[in-house]
Structure formats: structure tokens, C-alpha cells
């Protein structure tokens, strides 16, 4: 058996820590001297103890650990590291396009010396916005939630027999922004007008493109809102996004296109 503070020096971690994991049912003391209080722990523990920190730079978290330790399913075990790994490889993928940002910012700021210039490419024009068709689902959602409210859409196309153009975007009702919990409105184009959730009309609006991931959107959405503001219009409506390149379509982050449309009139 080991003292607390052995089994700390051995295994690498605080005894505050272990004192963490006790309280939470994760790694419980063999043993607790019911005198002194003291803990002791089983040098078998030493292996579960080096398996939840394996865990945790996997990037589980705390409770997801307290499940997967207890797992004796080899297949369900095997699918939750599996799951793990891809989100890994996607945050890998967001970290190398913000790397690739990052220099290109870089860039750009030793050659002109305006940290903001990033904000000012962006070519804003007076345009209608397509006619569409839409399939539409509007709801209070984070936008991390895009995919589950997607997923229900694309779920009802070959229920109801209608066909997709392609076309899909979100749009924005809310006049103030919240990540986790805002007024959206995801919709996919559909060439059946009569089998439409929505007929979105064509209107006036300053429009841009935005290139890249949807991160850095908020810097599209700025140029667009302060070039409104500078040239005599007002925004008339719910700004919304129309994917027209994505990862679907097998291009790396930085090549994606997303249009920013909002409708607008004169002052």
C-alpha cells in the first residue's frame, strides 16, 4: 500500500488532485485510516491512475473518464476512443487554418503596417438576393447546434419527395448575438415551390463574399454593417449566410465561400 503522498510522487499528479478525484467518485483510496485520516492507495491503482491521465490528454472530460473506466464493452470503448480521435483531427485541422491565418496576418502587416487591414478586403455591392425555395428550420440554437437542425432537414427530402438545389444558408433574427442560444433559422434550398416551408422573395442587399471558415464570419459581418453605415442605408431585415463553397464539396478550410447577404434600403 502507498501513502497518499507516494502515490502522488509516483504517478505525476498533486495530492490536491487526487483529493478532486476522491470527492467525485473517480479515484477512490484503497484504504482511509479511520484514526489519522490517512489514505493509502493499492500499487494496482497506479494503473488506473495512469489510464485517467492517458484519458485526459485525449481530451476527455472528468465524467466522460468516470464512464470509460467502468466500461468492460471492447466495442463500445473502442467507438468512444474512435469518436475521440476524429475530434481531435478536426480540432487539428481548425488549429492549422488558424495558423495559416495567423501568418498570412502576419504577412500582410509587415508589408503594410495596418494591423486591420484584414477588415478591409472585403468588396461589399448593392445586389438582389436569389429567389429561394426552402426547406426551413427556425428555432432557438447555438451555433454549434447547426448540424442536429440540419440533419432533420436533410432527413425530410427523400420523405417528402422534393429535390435540393444546393443552396443553403442560416439566417439571423435576433438583434443581439449569443453562441450558445440565439433566434436561427437554418434552411436548404429546394426546387418545389409548392412543397416549400418558406419562399424567400428576392430584396435589396449589400452583399459580400466571405472566404475561409465561419470563425472569422464576424469580420465579414462588420465590413458589410460599417459599409452600410457610410453610404445611406439601413439594414431592412434579418441578415442571413449562403454557403456556396464548404468542406462537403472536399476543399480545406481556407478555400470555403460563404455569401453575406443584408437586406437593406435607402435612408
Known amino acids: 500500500m502507498l501513502q497518499i503522498g507516494e502515490f502522488s510522487r509516483v504517478c505525476l499528479v498533486s495530492v490536491k488532485t487526487l483529493h478532486h478525484y476522491d470527492r467525485i467518485g473517480l ?4 484504504e482511509v485510516d479511520s484514526f489519522t485520516g490517512y489514505r493509502y492507495y493499492r500499487t494496482e491503482q497506479i494503473d488506473t491512475m495512469n489510464y485517467i491521465r492517458r484519458l485526459k490528454r485525449y481530451g476527455f472530460s472528468l465524467e466522460e473518464i468516470q464512464r470509460l473506466i467502468t466500461l468492460s464493452d471492447h466495442k463500445e470503448l473502442a467507438d468512444a476512443l474512435r ?3 476524429e475530434k481531435l483531427k478536426q480540432k487539428q485541422q481548425e488549429m492549422n487554418a488558424v495558423l ?3 501568418q498570412a496576418h502576419i504577412s500582410v502587416f509587415e508589408r503594410t503596417g495596418d494591423i486591420m487591414t484584414y477588415q478591409k478586403g472585403y ?28 440533419g432533420t432537414l436533410f432527413e425530410r427530402v427523400p420523405k417528402e ?12 433574427y435576433d438583434e443581439e448575438f449569443n453562441h450558445d442560444s440565439s433566434d436561427i433559422e437554418v434552411f ?29 464570419l464576424s469580420e465579414a459581418y462588420g465590413a458589410v454593417a460599417s459599409w452600410i453605415a457610410e453610404n445611406g442605408y439601413e439594414i431592412a431585415g434579418a441578415p442571413f449566410d449562403l454557403y456556396i463553397k464548404t468542406q462537403f464539396d472536399s476543399l480545406s478550410q481556407e478555400d470555403w465561400e460563404t455569401e453575406v447577404y443584408f437586406p437593406v434600403r435607402k435612408k
Open 27 to 30: 479515484l477512490t483510496p484503497a
Open 123 to 150: 468588396t461589399i455591392e448593392i445586389k438582389n438576393s436569389p429567389a429561394m425555395n426552402v426547406l426551413a428550420n427556425r428555432t432557438m440554437m447555438g451555433v454549434d447546434e447547426f448540424g442536429k437542425y440540419y
Open 83 to 85: 469518436r475521440q480521435k
Open 161 to 172: 419527395r422534393v429535390t435540393p438545389t444546393g443552396l443553403n444558408g442560416a439566417r439571423y
Open 188 to 216: 436548404i434550398g429546394i426546387k418545389e415551390r409548392d412543397k416549400a416551408d418558406v419562399v424567400m422573395e428576392p430584396c435589396e442587399c449589400a452583399m459580400t463574399v466571405h472566404r475561409g471558415g465561419y470563425s472569422t
Open 100 to 102: 495559416n491565418e495567423l
